[in-house]
């Protein structure tokens, strides 16, 4: 099975991914992780994202696509795969097309998260994770169970994200308006998208998305 999770940033699409990916052992593959593990090792393509991530703006599609055909060429072939904040843009999208296709996979679900544009900022502007495992966390609405230590690894270690700021955040969601909200469409005509509450709680969220994917 290989499902896109659609959504603004912070509409819960890593969140909702890890949980697939441990009730279900499906793989998550999502470009901003990709793309922050490329800066933080300072690969060319690193190189030439980080200053377009800083603002809240589109990497290229050339660079995403290739890190997306990159991972998908490195997993079995009968591995279920989460496509967390890929696609983003129509280009994007036919890319996937391809990159499946060539590969026999084909895409099942669509999982349009929706949330209230009022609720993104303050989820983004709290939204930390572990260090070392990557588990995601926020100040209010997910917080670790003992206070300072990761609930999956133990770690003590958490680290926030340079682009969490209010001021990128609204430009990463105009990005999302323009670009990404335009290629529901393209799904919709071959009848997989499903539309999820994403403003429920995380639980009921994962109940919801688990149900789809049942069917
Ligand atoms: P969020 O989870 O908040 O939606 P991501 O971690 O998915 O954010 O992405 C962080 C940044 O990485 C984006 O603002 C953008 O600069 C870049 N990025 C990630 N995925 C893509 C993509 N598919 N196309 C273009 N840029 C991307
Ligand atoms: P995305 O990957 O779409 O940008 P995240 O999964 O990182 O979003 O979620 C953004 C923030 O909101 C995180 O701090 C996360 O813990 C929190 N969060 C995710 N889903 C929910 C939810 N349903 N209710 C409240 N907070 C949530
Ligand atoms: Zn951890």
């Given amino acids: 099975?290989?499902?896109i999770l659609l959504g603004p940033p912070g509409a819960g699409k890593g969140t909702?991914?890890?949980r697939l990916v441990a009730a279900l052992g499906m793989v998550q593959l999502s470009t901003g992780d990709m793309l922050r593990a490329a800066v933080k090792a300072g690969t060319p393509v690193g190189l030439k994202a980080k200053a377009v991530m800083d603002a809240g703006e589109l990497v290229s599609d050339e660079i995403v696509s290739g890190i997306i055909g990159e991972a998908l060429d490195q997993l079995a072939p009968?591995?279920?795969?989460?496509?967390d904040g890929y696609p983003r843009t129509a280009a994007q999208a036919e890319s996937l097309d391809a990159l499946l296709g060539a590969r026999n996979?084909?895409?099942?679900?669509?999982?349009?998260?929706?949330?209230?544009?009022?609720a993104l900022v303050d989820r983004i502007t709290g939204r930390f994770t572990c260090a070392s495992c990557g588990e995601g966390y926020h100040d209010r609405y997910k917080t670790p169970k003992v206070e300072?230590?990761?609930?999956r690894c133990g770690s003590t270690e958490f680290k926030r994200r340079p682009d969490d700021n209010e001021e990128t955040v609204r430009t990463r969601m105009a990005e999302y308006r323009a670009k990404t909200a335009p290629i529901l469409p393209i799904y919709e005509e071959r009848n997989i998208v499903s539309r999820v509450?994403?403003?429920a709680d995380i639980d009921e969220v994962s109940n919801a998305i688990v149900t789809i994917l049942d069917r």
């Avoid at 300072?148 to 609930?151: K, P, R």
């Fill in 1 to 3: 099975m290989n499902i």
């Fill in 16 to 18: 909702q991914a890890q």
């Fill in 78 to 83: 009968d591995v279920g795969v989460i496509f």
């Fill in 105 to 118: 996979r084909q895409l099942d679900h669509v999982i349009e998260l929706a949330v209230d544009e009022d």
């Fill in 148 to 151: 300072g230590v990761c609930d």
């Fill in 197 to 199: 509450d994403g403003m």
